[in-house]
T-cell receptor, first 114, second 113 residues
Framework: AQSVTQPDIHITVSEGASLELRCNYS??????LFWYVQSPGQGLQLLLK??????LVQGIKGFEAEFKRSQSSFNLRKPSVHWSDAAEYFC????????????FGTGTRLKVLA | DAMVIQNPRYQVTQFGKPVTLSCSQT?????MYWYQQKSSQAPKLLFH???????NEADTPDNFQSRRPNTSFCFLDIRSPGLGDAAMYLC????????????FGDGTRLSIL
């Protein structure tokens, strides 16, 4: 069955520290992968996406993610976290049968310490 | 220059009283989605429109309906809201062709009294 797993429900980092948020997927075909960020009371904003090609993708706000097929992972990274990065982060895979729909992970809530 | 606009941002209704949430888009996208998101959970797809074709998720309660009178607008109707329907409702759009990112509105927070 298709699924997305985000093993970490909560992560706390200090401002200026590096960040890695984990995402593992289970999908039979070539995955189309996304990372979204959601600030409290807001909708989801696209950070980056992977469709094909270079396995290291750059996104907005200084984020990047690396697709590793052998590990079925698409982890999100940022070298230096800012207080404004505190939010909920969702990984998603798009199904490619019929109309494209997302399978979301359960999300990781990031807390940033000053 | 908001592209997916949801109104209202906050909606309060009474138990059992019908309520309608609105979504409009300026992107001219063919596909519009409605999600329900409860606290600390991932968004859950309720249904989507592919142009005028309505696609309901198998586990979406009959209490939830949707209308799409034209490309730009889509409505979510909850016929008899229960306490369990209190949630954030998110609208999203995407182009028809190929896999494209979905664009989300800021959501409507629905409270049930």
């Amino acid at each position: 069955a298709q699924s997305v797993t985000q093993p970490d429900i909560h992560i706390t980092v200090s401002e200026g520290a590096s960040l890695e948020l984990r995402c593992n997927y289970s999908y039979g075909a070539t995955p189309y992968l996304f990372w979204y960020v959601q600030s409290p009371g807001q909708g989801l904003q696209l950070l980056l996406k992977y469709f094909s090609g270079d396995t290291l993708v750059q996104g907005i706000k200084g984020f990047e993610a690396e697709f590793k097929r052998s590990q079925s992972s698409f982890n999100l990274r940022k070298p230096s976290v800012h207080w404004s990065d505190a939010a909920e982060y969702f990984c998603a895979v798009a199904t490619t049968s019929g109309t494209y729909k997302y399978i979301f992970g359960t999300g990781t809530r990031l807390k940033v310490l000053a | 220059d908001a592209m997916v606009i949801q109104n209202p941002r906050y909606q309060v209704t009474q138990f059992g009283k019908p309520v309608t949430l609105s979504c409009s888009q300026t992107l001219n996208h063919n596909v519009m989605y409605w999600y329900q998101q409860k606290s600390s959970q991932a968004p859950k797809l309720l249904f989507h429109y592919y142009d005028k074709d309505f696609n309901n998720e198998a586990d979406t309660p009959d209490n939830f309906q949707s209308r799409r009178p034209n490309t730009s607008f889509c409505f979510l109707d909850i016929r008899s809201p229960g306490l369990g329907d209190a949630a954030m409702y998110l609208c999203a759009t995407s182009p028809r062709q190929g896999v494209r990112p979905q664009h989300f509105g800021d959501g409507t927070r629905l409270s049930i009294l």
